[in-house]
């Protein structure tokens, strides 16, 4: 499978990455050469193998349901990029 | 007190407990190598304050008698493990001013047996690359040249034909290898440990998936990354993953088991274990000097007693077009977080889709957008199937050949750590990005399938650069490849750069 310069176009708005017209030919290229070499996997016979889920047998713990951490709003805080009375900023959302 | 900084972390610390020297000095000693070392850009922030205190207070520790197994040892942290109150990058102008307020785990227990950080380390760009070019801070310099090759240095820069040192620990490799720190904390998702170690002549291990904590480490592709050292002999490596280990409620996916105290593995008999030589390794066109190192690999097992059987694992041509579906997919995900709300970089946009969406351009570096993009491709409606899904089967069949061989009795398995020696920077920018991914073709199957695997240096090439071999093991059995990496290097001596030629 390869990908046209408008799927490159709709797989960065996925990814929510800006790309300007001119950056679209050499990113196509650049993923249809992943792609191509990714496509070997087809020839793999994968009938009735489960995909994978976890590398290694584990058991998922658990652990009582109390809070063991909080109170640490400066912490959180500290690194926005904008922020008022412990909220983080960001442009409006909803006309 | 040059010479402080050649000794083995070992011996660093048997001098430390023999009173020989003071922790003050050995920090001192390296604060003083990393500033003549500016030029490789092995340090992405040096903590030379932070050092001589934590250093002073490993000496008052000492003189009481008291002290951890890392007490007053300088150590280099790759720049992807969180350090409070120090600006953790990952390498990434999107991370570029962020100051974490906490502290990762596995740096945390380094912490607390001791040791003493120097500084962060460079990377590629979010771990993702082989030769540390993807950084946002630039390429790390490899403290080896090609022999002839007039490479120097010219007012604190490198003038010539400088190497790449690996990556993507890249930093913590050169740092390593050029004596800027006893060792190194570095990660490991692909081959990022163990190509980086073979192309300087250091030791890496990449263990088991869980047995470090991933609690704090920036994440790339999370059922794949794994944190361990860079060491420069087996012992010390031995002695770095005892501390970095352990079990971490705040990691679900890291294993309660018991950290066995990995050193007294060195030096182990390994009379009667039984080594397995995958034959699909030995690829069309593989480079011959690399197949005669694995020769001689294989008679020095033979002569410390090793039963070496050849063995078959089917599957490995499939491990690297796999890993590049299941990586980037992990990562695009795991990347989804910098949107410039929380923290990190913000570029102001005409509402919220567009800020995010210009954000991102601005932050990420052209490496990571490919990755970002593929995983996003990949797991869109209508792909998801014929990619994702059937790549984890892939995977899946890929862990069971090594169930096979380790079922039948073999103790560990011996590759090649890469498929050639290092290479100039630069030289390998022009060709499509699946160039440079094949040089982690002998060690993405380890992370595939969550096995420890360690690479040792075991020779140089007719250029004089180190290579590597790599030792894969059984799940949690870390301790045979540290006494199978001892023979190798036993037999194949140290590669220690000798000529500080950076210093200028």
Same mark, same amino acid.
């Given at each position: ?23 679209? =030919? ?24 489960? =995909?994978?889920?976890?590398?290694? =047998? ?32 960001? =442009?409006?959302?909803?006309? | ?55 002073? $207070? ?5 003189? $009481?008698?008291?002290? !951890? ?17 120090? $600006? ?71 003038? !010539? ?9 890249? !930093? ?103 080594? !397995? ?212 290097? $036993? ?14």
């Amino acid at each position: 499978m390869s990908v046209d310069a408008a799927t490159v176009k709709r797989v960065a708005h996925l990814a929510r990455i800006a790309v300007s017209d001119e950056d679209v =030919p050499k990113l196509q290229s650049e993923l249809n050469a992943i792609l191509a070499f990714v496509e070997q996997l087809s020839e793999v016979n994968v009938d009735g193998v489960e =995909p994978m889920t976890s590398v290694l =047998p584990m058991a998922m713990k658990k652990r009582q349901d109390v809070v063991t951490d909080g109170e640490i709003v400066e912490k959180i805080i500290a690194n926005a990029p904008a922020s008022q009375d412990n909220y983080f900023l960001v =442009p409006k959302v909803i006309e | 007190m040059s010479e402080l900084i050649t000794l083995t972390l070992a011996e660093a610390r048997d001098g430390l407990k023999a009173k020989k020297f003071s922790a003050r000095e050995l920090a001192q000693a390296h604060v003083d190598a990393v500033e003549k070392a500016r030029a490789l850009n092995a340090y992405v922030l040096e903590t030379p304050d932070h050092a001589l205190k934590q250093a002073s $207070r490993s000496d008052e520790r000492l003189a $009481r008698g008291e002290g !951890g197994p890392l007490e007053g040892l300088p150590l280099g942290i790759k720049d992807l493990f969180a350090t409070e109150g120090v $600006r953790t990058t990952a390498c990434s102008n999107i991370l570029r001013d962020f100051i974490p307020p906490y502290e990762s785990t596995v740096s945390s227990q380094l912490w607390r047996d001791g040791a003493v950080m120097l500084g962060k380390l460079n990377n590629d760009e979010f771990a993702m690359g082989s030769s540390n070019e993807t950084s946002a801070f630039g390429p790390v310099a490899s403290p080896w040249r090609r022999p002839g090759a007039n490479t120097y240095v010219e007012n604190g820069k490198i003038v !010539g034909e400088p190497l790449v040192p690996g990556g993507s620990s890249g !930093g913590s490799a050169a740092a390593v290898a050029a004596h800027l720190c006893l060792a190194a904390t570095a990660t490991d998702t692909g081959g990022s440990i163990r190509q980086p170690a073979a192309f300087t002549g250091t030791v890496g291990i990449k263990p088991t998936y869980g047995r470090c904590s991933r609690w704090g480490v920036v994440a790339f592709a999370s059922s794949l990354d794994q944190a361990g050292p860079i060491g420069k002999t087996v012992r010390d490596a031995a002695i770095m993953l005892r501390s970095m280990a352990g079990h971490d409620p705040k990691d679900t996916t890291s294993a309660d088991l018991p950290v066995p105290d990995y050193e007294a593995a060195v030096g182990r008999p390994v009379k009667g274990m039984r080594i !397995g030589i995958p034959k699909e390794y030995r690829l069309d066109g593989l480079n011959p000097e690399i197949d005669a190192l694995w020769e001689k690999g294989v008679a020095w097992l033979k002569d410390a007693g090793a039963e070496i059987v050849e063995i078959s694992l089917p599957h490995t041509k499939y491990a690297l077009p796999a890993y590049y579906i299941v990586a980037p997919a992990e990562c695009s995900s795991n990347l989804a977080r910098y949107d410039g709300v929380r923290y990190g970089l913000r570029v102001p946009g005409k509402d919220i889709v567009d800020m995010y969406e210009k954000t991102r351009a601005a932050g990420f570096g052209r490496e990571v957008k490919r990755r970002v993009m593929i995983g996003a491709y990949v797991l869109s409606a209508g792909y998801y199937d014929a990619y994702y899904l059937r790549a984890q089967k892939v995977r899946t069949l890929i862990k069971r050949d090594f169930e096979t061989v380790f079922d039948q009795g073999v103790h560990a398995i011996l590759t090649p750590a890469t498929p050639s020696a290092s290479f100039g920077i630069g030289e390998k920018l022009k060709a499509d990005p699946v160039e440079m991914y094949l040089n982690d073709v002998f060690t993405v199957t380890v992370n595939m399938a969550g096995l420890p695997g360690v690479a040792v240096p075991a020779g140089l090439d007719a250029q004089g650069l180190p290579l590597g071999l790599q030792l894969i093991g059984r799940p949690f059995d870390e301790e045979t490849l540290f006494s199978l990496g001892a023979v190798i290097e $036993r037999s194949a001596g140290r590669f220690p750069v000798a000529d500080r030629w950076w210093e200028g």
